[in-house]
């Protein structure tokens, strides 16, 4: 299959030149920009996409990894929103089914709470009805003791009852790289670590080149491009005001923190929905670790500093401690903590809980379109709804041409629905390997479907193999965007990868050519993200 890798890179940037046209320039490489890019291009448009980072560096892989409804959006009548993501659920089963996984929630009850059984009840119907009663399953009602039994640590005074349903979790990061492999596949050239630096207006005010600059060497280019589109997500109003100077703020960020644990610690059976003050906490079992998340705050700094602070990890355990006192988890039980924030377009809510996460498409004055807010698991639709807005800017004839959109097939040709549901098979084979055991087999599997079966699994260790997928086929170009955005050692392994650092180091310096002080140098990277993320430890207890 084509790769995706370094080379790849290098020779798009060497392509460029400010003689090129193309039809559509993308800046951002997170979810939407991805999804953009990939309807473009299948669309036969001409497509070039950059990104000033990491592809999926920012918002994109520090979410709470859930493709959902958003049962909550249901209270604030938001039934437009819930229905698209129910319906994009659906499709994001058969687009990508490595990535994107059947998931029972439950949301226990108890006495005084905000919501009784009986008009949850009525919005779980709701719920199925609005997937046109497509869920994996449909929704449960269970008793108190019904309930204790499946979750044994819930907390069972003045419980009443819950509810079970259907909703399903992913790997953010992954499902950003297969979109923009597709959207490579399809003909769009995609950089990482080039980023848009100003524009180039005409007679008439309108941008028709942009400046591009590539980190490492510095150089840059002029690209000329038909419609530009910004996916930039929380560095929107950033974006605005380094093209323009005067700029109307549009967004309403949002603080996001989510801590990992190991599934001893906190040992669910399914994901659990809990309810603290106006916000909603899940417990979030995956098959590596749980996931506990997320707070809700508004942000007002750099999006790339936003850090983890003591109050909030002293939230997330309180409300954990609420629901499952028995676990009875510690500061010490935690693995890793994350955060992100969230891009919601203000829409003037008294609070950021009830700001809407409906997403915005709006093509300025000087004819640059900004795709705002939404959630992730509409990206699809809301790439789709993009490519239209661009197209009105379009001569007829070419929104003929480009008019339609074939972004609901499959991410990756060797991983299909049907293919996925015989992987036992490729399972089998994978166990042969001297190198792999078993566990590490499932992974593998479950991770990559048939295209396990592409890498050299019969002579690399685990981590390795992992690795050779990164750079090969992810444009992965250093460690710590390997350990953050392609495997999920920062956020499952205890020791956060230390353990397989030198080695992993080595196999980066060997294929990308790293001098022994790069290789060095890659590592501390490493180390000091580690340090970062938990500054929270040495700051006061807020308590």
Known sequence: MKNFSFRERNEGWTQLNELTEFDLLVIGGGINGAGVARDAALRGMKVLLVEADDYASGTSSRSSKLVHGGIRYLENLEFHLVFEALSERQKLFALAPHLVHPLRFMLPLYQNGRVGMFKMGLGMW?????????????????????????????????????????????DDDRLVHETLRSAHRAGAICLNFVKAIK??????????QVLLEEKNSRKQKWIRARHVVSTV??????????????????????????????KSRLPLSSAVVMAAESRIVFGIPRHEMVIVGTTDTDYAGDPAKVATERADVEYLLGVVARYFPGAELKESDIIASYAGVRPLVHDGAASEGK???????????????????????????????????????FPIADRVRFGRSQSTAPLNPLVTEDSFAELESVKELLLTSKALDPVQVEWLGDRHGHEALTLPWQDLSYWELEAHHAIEQTMCLNLLDFYCRRVPLMLAKP???????DSLAIFFQQRLGWSDSEREAQKATVLDFVAHEFQWKSQTSTN
Do not use: C
Not at 239 to 258: A, N
Not at 371 to 390: F, N, S
Not at 495 to 501: A, T
């Open 126 to 170: 709701l719920y199925d009805a609005l997937s046109l009663f497509q869920a994996p399953e449909l929704h449960e009602r269970l008793s108190a003791l019904e309930s204790r039994k499946r979750q044994p640590a819930l907390q069972t005074q003045n419980l009443l009852g819950s509810y079970v349903y259907s909703d399903a979790y992913m």
């Open 199 to 208: 524009p180039k207006l005409d007679e008439s005010g309108k941008v028709t």
């Open 233 to 262: 997500g929380a560095w929107s109003d950033e974006l605005g005001e380094s093209f323009y100077g005067k700029w109307q703020k549009r967004l309403r960020p949002t603080k996001g923190v989510h801590l990992t644990f190991e």
């Open 355 to 393: 700001t809407s996460r409906e997403h915005t498409i709006e093509t300025d004055s000087h004819g640059l379109t900004f795709v705002m807010g939404g959630k992730y698991t509409t990206y699809r639709l809301i790439a789709e709804q993009a490519v239209l807005e661009v197209l009105r800017h």
């Open 495 to 501: 020791d956060h990868g230390r353990g397989v650092l």
